[in-house]
């Protein structure tokens, strides 16, 4: 880690040394020794939960070109597949959080830090005030908040499907998760990191593969991001306890053995929860948002996605 010259920075990097257990803790402190010190884009950071982290993985889910992000998987096509369109091409899954903060744009540095200051306060379940994260940004960028903030809540959306809101005229926001997961997203009770990207991220597997994804292609995918079972993450804990487990047990994913496996083989489809609480069509613009695109450019997948908001509507109309 470079020296840090001021005594503030300094103390909160003796912060981050004392709390390597807590990663967010020590975004939080040099967040707000950063604030404090009025920081310049050239001041050192302490490696953190964004920082530490490669970039967001990525699947290829058609026989389109690869994409070009560190890490990527193919699945396994069949000669039908062969005539794709060329516009199914490979989608990106972002999964693990991933920074722009060393970019050459200063307010992407800044959205990189207030990124990271909403991530401390979510984790340590902290009040968001607006007032708070104007410390984040210098006071002679103020009259670009709005911007910063758009920039650190589309980034945070895209690796861990919640969203940044207001939620009263005091200027309290909070992160809230697109699904209905116990704890705001944490699944479990306590402080911690939102599941709720992870858990888009499987339903967008399942989905391009079939609506039923085979375990071991699950876990392959998974290993591209780094999150392996048996092996503890520091945001999703035991991957395995909580992907057949406890999303299973919450009713988001069904885990089933192949009928007549021997030996026994295991796969992956969407819950009960997971079809009441989103759609096909919104897992694409999930998808779409991480690629940069819209729905719409994933031809084959957005016509099934289509059919499926038909056949809701008609059901919706019909109980009605």
């Known amino acids: 880690m470079m020296p840090w010259s001021h005594k503030t920075k300094h103390h909160a990097g003796e912060k981050c040394h ?33 920082q530490s982290l ?31 369109q060329p516009d199914d091409r490979a989608i990106a899954f972002a999964a693990l959080p991933y920074s722009e903060s060393s970019g050459s744009d200063f307010l992407t540095r800044k959205a990189g830090l207030l990124e990271q200051f909403l991530l401390y306060k979510y984790k340590m379940k902290q ?33 861990f499907a919640v969203d940044v809101k207001e939620v009263d005229s005091t ?3 909070d992160l809230v998760s697109k699904l209905k997961l116990p704890n705001n997203g944490r699944v479990r009770a ?53 992907i057949t487990k406890d999303l299973v047990r919450l009713k988001y994913l069904e885990y089933r053995q192949v009928p007549d496996s ?18 096909k069509m919104k897992v694409l613009e999930f998808l779409a948002k991480v690629n940069d ?8 997948y957005y016509e099934e996605a289509l059919r499926d908001e038909e056949e809701r509507a008609k059901a919706m109309h019909s109980q009605g």
């Not at 708070?132 to 940004?137: C, G």
């Not at 079972?229 to 804990?237: E, Q, S, T």
């Open 18 to 50: 004392e709390a390597q257990d807590e990663t967010l803790s020590c975004e939080g402190a040099q967040a707000t020794a950063a604030a404090e010190e009025e920081s310049t884009p050239s001041s050192p950071q302490c490696g953190g939960i964004i």
């Open 262 to 279: 021997d030996p026994p083989r295991f796969e992956f489809l969407w819950g009960p929860k997971a079809h009441a609480e989103t759609s």
């Open 190 to 242: 306590g402080r911690g990191l939102p599941k709720t990207g992870l858990l888009m991220n499987l339903l967008g597997m399942i989905f391009i593969k079939g609506n039923c994804a085979a375990e071991e292609d699950i876990w392959r995918f998974l290993s591209m991001m780094g999150v392996y079972a048996g092996r503890k993450h520091f945001i999703y804990g035991e991957p395995r306890k909580l």
């Open 171 to 173: 200027s309290h926001y």
């Open 54 to 84: 490669p970039a967001a993985g990525s699947c290829s889910i058609s026989q389109g070109p690869q994409t070009t992000t560190s890490a990527s998987i193919s699945s396994t096509t069949s000669d039908d597949d062969s005539n794709d």
């Open 293 to 300: 695109t819209v729905p719409s450019a994933f031809t084959s």
């Open 127 to 159: 009040p968001i005030m607006k007032e708070d994260m104007l410390k984040m940004v210098h006071q002679n960028y103020h009259d670009r908040f709005v911007e910063i903030l758009k920039k650190a809540s589309e980034r945070i959306e895209m690796v």
